[in-house]
């Protein structure tokens, strides 16, 4: 064999074993990553103290007569306080606590619940959303190849599963909430100097003509009639996700809180 094919073999050889131990590590970090969901799922799930004992006020509430912190969320919130809800979409693998970091609003794009370096992260809120002040809750979460994380909202795309789930459960740390879904749509990041609706520009969604501008603008780019609108004064709640049919494209769950 020539020392040219010895090469080869060798590199060939060595190209295998990383891709083998890059596999390796992506199955493991994602096997951790789900173990550590499934263990928060089931703190969050876990049946209340029925004993009969007062509730437990909320460790961020120091003013009497303030809401009380549900009590799925308050051994969760000792572990990590930048916890601020827990989204649930029956029938996917979508159930996982909201992130906010005060500090860093995009910490949560390769976090994990426990402050640790994972590439998955967790959804978090966006920057110029706040969970008790805004009429609009914008959550960004990835779109993992492994399934995880808001990638199922691509099945959103047709008409037929949204019927199937057209509905989904919010709940901040005082409140369990429903949503309806408004619309599905295609978007993107744009640069900022294209003039063009930019469904994540939420801060600029403060009068009741901004708001139905913003709706109808939601309501153009929509991929399916749902028969669901909303008016200004609705909570709405907006899923986004990375969508790769177009650079820097984007696909978003528009929801509304019935009133």
């Given at each position: 064999?020539?020392?040219?094919?010895?090469?080869?073999?060798a590199f060939s050889f060595l190209l295998l074993v990383f891709s083998l131990v890059s596999i390796a590590r992506t199955f493991l970090r994602d096997y951790d990553e789900q173990q550590q969901i499934k263990e928060?799922?089931?703190m969050w799930n876990k049946e209340p103290d029925k004993g009969g004992g007062a509730a437990t006020p909320s460790p961020i509430i120091t003013k009497a007569h303030e809401p009380v912190m549900l009590p799925e969320f308050q051994e969760l919130?000792?572990?990590?306080?930048?916890i601020v809800g827990w989204l649930k979409i029956d029938g996917t693998r979508i159930e996982y606590p909201i992130m906010q970091n005060q500090q860093d609003s995009q910490y949560y794009l390769n976090h994990d619940f426990d402050k640790k370096i994972n590439q998955n992260g967790l959804p978090f809120l966006d920057a110029h959303s706040r969970i008790n002040g805004s009429d609009i809750l914008l959550i960004?979460?990835?779109h993992m190849k492994s399934g995880v994380m808001f990638a199922d909202l691509m099945k959103y795309k047709k008409e037929i599963y949204y019927k199937e789930r057209a509905t989904f459960q919010f709940s901040t740390l005082y409140e369990k909430e429903e949503y309806e879904i408004v619309a599905v749509i295609l978007s993107k990041v744009y640069r900022k100097t294209d003039d063009v609706f930019k469904y994540y520009q939420i801060e600029k969604v403060g009068t009741s003509a901004e708001f139905?501008?913003?709706i109808q603008n939601i309501k153009k780019l929509a991929l399916y009639d749902t028969g669901v609108t909303a008016r200004y004064g609705d909570k709405l709640i907006v899923l986004s996700t990375c969508e790769y049919s177009t650079e820097d494209g984007r696909l978003a769950v528009v929801a509304r809180k019935p009133t």
């Open positions: 064999m020539s020392k040219i094919k010895k090469f080869l073999v928060l799922a089931e919130y000792r572990r990590n306080p930048d960004h979460g990835h139905d501008s913003y």
